[in-house]
């Protein structure tokens, strides 16, 4: 009797909690909800191949950039200091560059100190049929621990806006 009222208790308690969570994501998402096929693999900026279903379980920043882009270049720092004050907790950013010239990439983003993964974007249809159209850059898309598309960003968001949406992710 009293294991089944323990047990009840813990049940609702973990309800509330999954509700509570579920309502904080419903507060920062965007864009309609959808989960997203990350089962495809891009190169790095090494040439190394990266699937992107391995990041299912992390909520991922993928942000859209290009080396010819000003506000990408403003953007990186901040990008930057995201990516190493939330990795532990299961927040990632994936750099895509949209550059046709590939060669152009690495040195880039050596010279900027990136400190997150950059994937090869150029030519691959799945990432805009996942998360186009691109209209301007930089372009992020917010994804939750599942798959599923939340925020989609066109511009500089404010690093205080993306703090909140983050938390709300984790």
Known sequence: MILTRILTTLFIVAALLASVGAHAADDVCNVTRRKVNLNFT???????????????????????????????????????ALYGDYKDRGFVVLGVSVDKEVRLIKPYARTMKMNYPVLIGAGRKEFSDL???????????????????CVKHVGLPSRSLLEQQIDALL
């Open 42 to 80: 891009v190169k790095d900026i090494n040439g190394k191949d990266v699937r992107l279903s391995q990041y299912k379980g992390q909520v991922v920043l993928l942000n859209f950039w290009a080396t010819w882009c000003g506000p990408c270049r403003r953007e990186i720092p901040s990008l930057m």
């Open 131 to 149: 998360f186009g159209p691109f209209i301007g850059f930089p372009t992020s898309v917010m994804l939750e621990r599942d798959g599923t598309v």
